[in-house]
């Protein structure tokens, strides 16, 4: 029995070392195998409408039509915003010339007018006061009544306050406008001004352009419907960009850096993969993590990742399910 212990032993050790080295084997082989992620195509749409409101004149694509950046998809009726827009333009006109005035001042003629009203203010102003003079010695010697004398004092005062109107009118021509009624008349020139941008603006919303080249998904409305600004008339799928979005654990996320460059597999074309970078990495994970977290729950955690596809073709749909494979030597570049 004491001849059997040592070869017990012996064969404990033996099976520890093979334990050992297929853990290691298998690590190894873990190790430099290819990761492989799998997720979904991912591409833009735009709700395309009228930031206007009105009748819808016409519409020029349908669904599936293929556009272009800066085609016209539809217009609204024009009618009332070229109405809107010759009446700001008028307003501009009126409040310009309006402003013109203020600031040329008076003409020479009006200022030769009002100083002509002066001269004959003081003219009558001056054979009234005589008068009332003449009738102020007359009371004193008793040859006019109590009565002549106040008209003939009424009347000299009521001469003095129209000599008084004759030269302030003078003084305003020869002076010009008040600041104030400058800059009120310019005030309202801007807003003339204001108004007539937003008029050709609103003019310039009742047509409909492609921001970008694309498809066109879903027409939501007809010729001949009345819209309110913001209502949704077509939606667009964006031909670029084309993205994949895929998730990756936190034991492989070193391998998933921003510029990395990757093979992307449909089910469709599987011996022909596409290229993409990898442009976006989530910071945070997806999930919330537990409050205490052990090894096994911390690698439960995924990241969102944001693929580039830089050879993209028109086989590529949304929701799409692809295949993400890292080459082994993949270069990263920084973006």
Same mark, same amino acid.
């Not at 298998?26 to 195509?41: A, F």
């Not at 001056?126 to 010697?141: E, I, M, P, S």
């Not at 799928?237 to 990395?260: C, D, F, I, M």
């Given at each position: 029995?004491?001849?059997?212990?040592?070869?017990?032993?012996?064969?404990?050790?033996?099976?520890?070392?093979?334990?050992?080295?297929?853990? +290691?084997? +298998?690590?190894?082989?873990?190790?430099?195998?290819?990761?492989?992620?799998?997720?979904?195509?991912?591409?833009?749409?735009?709700?395309?409408?009228? &930031?206007?409101? @009105?009748?819808?004149?016409?519409?020029?694509?349908?669904? @599936?039509?293929?556009?272009?950046?800066?085609?016209?998809?539809?217009?609204?009726?024009?009618?009332?915003?070229?109405?809107?827009?010759? !009446?700001?333009?008028?307003?501009?006109?009126?409040?310009?010339?309006?402003?013109?005035?203020?600031?040329?001042?008076?003409?020479?003629?009006?200022?030769?007018?009002?100083?002509?009203?002066?001269?004959?203010?003081?003219?009558?102003?001056?054979?009234?006061?005589?008068?009332?003079?003449?009738?102020?010695?007359?009371?004193?010697?008793?040859?006019?009544?109590?009565?002549?004398?106040?008209?003939?004092?009424?009347?000299?005062?009521?001469?003095?306050?129209?000599?008084?109107?004759? !030269?302030?009118?003078?003084?305003?021509?020869?002076?010009?406008?008040?600041?104030?009624?400058?800059?009120?008349?310019?005030?309202?020139?801007?807003?003339?001004?204001?108004?007539?941008?937003?008029?050709?603006? $609103?003019?310039?919303?009742?047509?409909?352009?492609?921001?970008?080249?694309?498809?066109?998904?879903?027409?939501?409305?007809?010729?001949?419907?009345?819209?309110?600004?913001?209502?949704?008339?077509?939606?667009?799928?964006?031909?670029?960009?084309? +993205?994949?979005?895929?998730?990756?654990?936190?034991?492989?996320?070193?391998?998933?850096?921003?510029?990395?460059?990757?093979?992307?597999?449909?089910?469709?074309?599987?011996?022909?993969?596409?290229? @993409?970078?990898?442009?976006?990495?989530?910071?945070?994970?997806?999930?919330?993590?537990?409050?205490?977290?052990?090894?096994?729950?911390?690698?439960?955690?995924?990241?969102?990742? &944001?693929?580039?596809?830089? $050879?993209?073709?028109?086989?590529?749909? !949304?929701?799409?399910?692809?295949?993400?494979?890292?080459?082994?030597?993949?270069?990263?570049?920084?973006?």
């Amino acid at each position: 029995m004491k001849n059997k212990k040592p070869i017990v032993v012996v064969i404990v050790l033996i099976a520890l070392l093979a334990v050992c080295a297929g853990g +290691w084997l +298998w690590y190894q082989s873990e190790r430099e195998k290819p990761l492989m992620l799998y997720g979904n195509v991912d591409i833009r749409t735009v709700n395309m409408s009228f &930031r206007a409101g @009105g009748r819808l004149a016409t519409l020029k694509v349908d669904e @599936g039509d293929a556009v272009k950046a800066g085609e016209t998809l539809g217009e609204l009726d024009k009618g009332p915003y070229q109405n809107a827009l010759q !009446q700001a333009e008028a307003n501009v006109a009126a409040a310009q010339a309006k402003f013109d005035l203020v600031i040329a001042g008076y003409r020479d003629e009006e200022i030769s007018q009002a100083a002509a009203q002066v001269n004959q203010a003081q003219a009558a102003y001056d054979y009234a006061q005589n008068f009332y003079q003449r009738q102020q010695g007359l009371w004193a010697r008793r040859v006019v009544s109590a009565n002549d004398l106040e008209n003939a004092r009424s009347a000299s005062s009521q001469a003095k306050a129209t000599l008084k109107a004759a !030269q302030d009118k003078l003084n305003q021509y020869r002076t010009g406008n008040r600041p104030q009624e400058i800059a009120q008349a310019q005030a309202s020139l801007q807003q003339a001004k204001a108004q007539l941008a937003q008029a050709q603006l $609103d003019l310039q919303d009742t047509t409909l352009i492609a921001p970008s080249d694309g498809t066109i998904l879903t027409r939501a409305v007809e010729p001949g419907s009345m819209l309110n600004a913001g209502s949704t008339v077509l939606t667009l799928s964006l031909t670029r960009p084309v +993205w994949v979005r895929a998730y990756v654990n936190e034991v492989s996320l070193h391998k998933a850096q921003p510029g990395t460059e990757v093979q992307i597999y449909t089910d469709g074309r599987p011996d022909k993969p596409y290229r @993409g970078k990898i442009g976006f990495v989530s910071p945070t994970a997806e999930f919330t993590p537990k409050t205490v977290e052990t090894p096994d729950l911390r690698t439960d955690l995924v990241y969102r990742l &944001r693929i580039i596809v830089t $050879d993209a073709d028109n086989s590529l749909r !949304q929701g799409m399910p692809v295949t993400v494979s890292f080459n082994d030597g993949t270069q990263h570049e920084q973006q």
